[in-house]
């Protein structure tokens, strides 16, 4: 018996050999396309993304060609999910709201002679209260390098229907400039911002600015850096507006950190953010919100200004981010704990939410309205933003 199961197998084997035989010969072609469509995409996105401010560079190594593949079906996937988020906004634009828009949203309004493209939208709430409602500035992410003001329409709408005064800037982005001149329009956005509080009925005591992504390091990095500058009595003239408070949702506030973060994802070549920089790691340093924190934290110990100047601050990020992993706000966190000294922390409101479902662009989609239903952390974020920037429509009567 055992014979026969051998020269059935023996048998066996020899017949299905010409089949694999077959099989891998005829799978050949598509694996040699697979293969260089693979190098293809690579290559092309690297010579489209990544040849500015560089000597020339292409990735030969089956790795790295592996994971800036995936990075890009990630970011291919990603729009394909927003599609349902594209088709509530068409709806509400051009059927709910169409002929009321313009009083919902003023658009491109010029707030800086800098450059043509320094334009911001207003939307206005519905006032229910004789009360100013706060003003919440955001700066949206796109890698220092990409981004609309456009895209955040949906977004920007939802916080106006909960009673605020939104502020949505467009910014000059990399390559046309540099990281400076990219700051030089987050302050210019807030100058506008408090100088017109009145004419666009927010409350000018209530302005908080909200960053995702790159939009929460260059409010971090802006707003830090002009109060410290103030302790420290340096451009006391040209000192920026008060702000009440910071939401940072996702962001970078260590530069050569997350630069490990995107060399292990493989998108380092391809991301614009070591070049913004100025590719050296003081200008990483320089750049760096955590760093400019544990510089300075002898002003934070000794300084009778320098308190006040630092507004009340609300990390919130994502256990399921990939992109800018949830580290980066809780050392940001745990920064603020070692430079503040524990008799002085009293003084400052710093705070941490880590969701753990949350994924990276999920802090922005989840508030966008979809044909396909609320997004299932709608209102745990909904519930972080009201309790750190208030409910304008609390003194309701």
Avoid at 238 to 251: C, E, I, Y
Wanted: aromatic share 10%; glycine share 4%.
């Amino acid at each position: 018996m055992a014979s026969f199961h051998s020269h059935l197998y023996v048998w066996g084997s020899i017949l299905c050999l010409p089949l694999l035989v077959a099989c891998l010969v005829l799978s050949l072609p598509l694996c040699i396309f697979a293969i260089g469509a693979a190098y293809f995409i690579a290559w092309t996105l690297t010579l489209l993304e990544g040849q500015k401010d560089t000597s020339f560079n292409l990735p030969y190594s089956p790795t790295r060609v592996a994971k800036i593949n995936i990075a890009f079906f990630h970011l291919i996937f990603g729009w394909i999910t927003d599609f349902p988020l594209v088709a509530a906004y068409i709806h509400w634009r051009y059927f709910e709201v169409q002929d009321t828009f313009r009083q919902l949203v003023s658009r491109n309004i010029k707030y800086s002679d800098a450059d043509a493209s320094c334009l911001l939208d207003v939307y206005h709430p519905e006032q229910t209260t004789e009360s100013k409602p706060p003003i919440i500035l955001f700066i949206y992410g796109g890698s220092w390098s990409s981004g609309s003001k456009l895209l955040y329409t949906s977004f920007a709408n939802t916080l106006r229907e909960l009673g605020y005064v939104v502020v949505v800037p467009d910014y000059r982005k990399y390559p046309r400039v540099k990281i400076d001149t990219i700051y030089d329009d987050v302050r210019q956005a807030l100058r506008w911002t408090h100088a017109h509080a009145d004419e666009i009925n927010g409350d000018v005591e209530k302005i908080y600015m909200m960053g995702h992504s790159a939009g929460g390091h260059l409010c971090a990095q802006v707003v830090l850096k002009n109060a410290i500058d103030v302790a420290k009595k340096k451009d006391s003239q040209d000192a920026l507006p008060r702000v009440k408070g910071l939401f940072l949702a996702a962001g970078v506030y260590l530069i050569e950190r997350h630069l490990l973060t995107e060399q292990h994802r493989g998108v380092d070549k391809i991301s614009a953010m070591t070049r913004v920089m100025g590719t050296t790691l003081e200008n990483f340093r320089i750049n760096s919100p955590i760093h400019l924190l544990e510089s300075n934290e002898e002003l934070f110990a000794d300084s009778k200004e320098l308190l006040k100047y630092i507004p009340r601050i609300m990390l919130v990020h994502g256990e399921k981010d990939t992109t800018v992993l949830a580290e980066q706000s809780v050392d940001m966190y745990n920064a603020f704990t070692q430079v503040v000294p524990p008799e002085r922390r009293d003084d400052v409101d710093v705070r941490i939410r880590l969701h753990k479902r949350l994924k990276h662009a999920q802090c922005v989609t989840a508030l966008m309205p979809s044909v396909i239903g609320q997004d299932r952390l709608k209102k745990s974020l909904l519930k972080d933003i009201q309790e750190f920037v208030g409910n304008p429509y609390d003194n309701e009567e």
